[in-house]
């Protein structure tokens, strides 16, 4: 596992005084690539299994975290291959929005993962949970298993509770 898959994220106000989570991992592969990940449904279930994106505006989001809960949401921004941006809805929590961005750089991919308007108190299990959605999309991409992700659960949950 290289360095940039276990980078933390970082949580904070952002430009717009909201509170935010950010995530940024260098791919070695280009944006088409990893959007493919992102969007086609045989190829998200691969390392986020219970996970659709329906990659269109105005299309439904849901990710099923099993007994962890589920967030819904509905897709907001999408340019192929370069951004797509939709909304975070978590029970019990104010709805949120999240962006993913995919910039072409020399070594692949630059992909930045923006969760905004995110209350701080959930925003600890949120970036658990990112890091280990992100974990996973790199080693599947690199056709590694994601349960190496996964199993890293509570040691990445503890590093965000700190």
Not at 28 to 35: G, L, R, T
Not at 122 to 140: S, T
Request: proline residues 6%.
């Amino acid at each position: 596992m290289n360095d940039a898959m276990n980078a933390q994220g970082t949580l904070g106000i952002g430009a717009e005084g909201d509170f935010r989570i950010r995530f940024d991992r260098i791919l070695p592969y280009s944006p088409e690539k990893v959007w493919l990940w992102l969007t086609v449904p045989e190829k998200l279930d691969r390392w986020l299994p219970g996970c659709r994106i329906d990659a269109v505006v105005g299309g439904h989001v849901s990710f099923d975290f099993g007994e962890e809960g589920a967030a819904t949401g509905e897709v907001l921004q999408l340019e192929d291959a370069r951004r797509l941006g939709h909304t975070w809805v978590w029970e019990g929590v104010p709805t949120s929005q999240v962006a993913w961005t995919l910039e072409p750089v020399e070594a692949g991919t630059h992909l930045s993962l923006i969760h905004r308007e995110v209350l701080p108190e959930p925003a600890v299990d949120f970036a658990a949970g990112w890091h280990l959605m992100l974990e996973a999309l790199a080693l599947d991409l690199a056709g590694e298993p994601t349960d190496k992700a996964w199993e890293r659960a509570e040691e990445i949950s503890a590093i965000y509770a700190r």
